[in-house]
């Protein structure tokens, strides 16, 4: 059992659920999915993580390929759901369901042995995708851009995780700066 890492996993998978519930509730009903598709995965995977720190080895397959999940549809829905909230999109149904069958898709590829090896590289494009959408969204003077940029250098960080091993374990930290995102994410939907 590892203390901190329960601890961590359960404010990651709080601040998922509380985001979605308090920051989401006015937006429309397919980008109030696509965004719950985002931010359910990566909570799942931290509630997953807690039992798994808990003292329940069995549960790492499920955790790894949740962690897979989330990067890849999940990653794919925030790209979609930042779209849309930067450009004040509403999405339809053909846009949500094409976002999702593409995230699904993507996860599929990335549980193949011979591609798994490019599963870190799908966030780092995300973030860099986020970060592109969130400076041409400051230059056309939007302030939710602000709080994307904020969010994508919160995931660029929680990436690199591994480095922080000298001032805090990188599963924390992880998990801290993942929380942190997803609070710049529901802060960047309040209106």
Not at 26 to 38: D, E
């Amino acid at each position: 059992m590892i203390f901190s890492h329960i601890l961590s996993g359960s404010i990651l998978a709080g601040t998922g659920f509380g985001v979605f519930w308090h920051f989401f509730q006015r937006v429309s009903l397919f980008n109030r999915l696509i965004w719950g598709f985002f931010l359910l995965t990566v909570s799942l995977a931290a509630l997953i993580s807690i039992f798994l720190f808990a003292g329940i080895p069995s549960l790492e397959p499920l955790h790894s390929s949740m962690i897979v999940l989330s990067d890849s549809l999940g990653v794919v829905c925030a790209v979609v759901g930042v779209w849309g909230l930067l450009n004040r999109r509403t999405y339809s149904l053909t846009t949500f369901i094409s976002t999702v069958l593409f995230g699904l898709l993507l996860f599929i590829v990335l549980l193949l042995p011979e591609v798994r090896v490019f599963t870190p590289v799908i966030p780092s494009l995300a973030i860099l995708i986020l970060m592109l959408l969130a400076v041409f969204s400051l230059l056309q003077r939007n302030k939710r851009g602000l709080w994307v940029v904020l969010a994508a250098m919160m995931m660029g960080l929680a990436t690199k995780a591994q480095l922080m091993t000298s001032f805090i374990h990188p599963t924390d930290f992880n998990h801290y700066t993942s929380a942190l995102a997803l609070y710049f994410f529901g802060k960047a939907a309040e209106r």
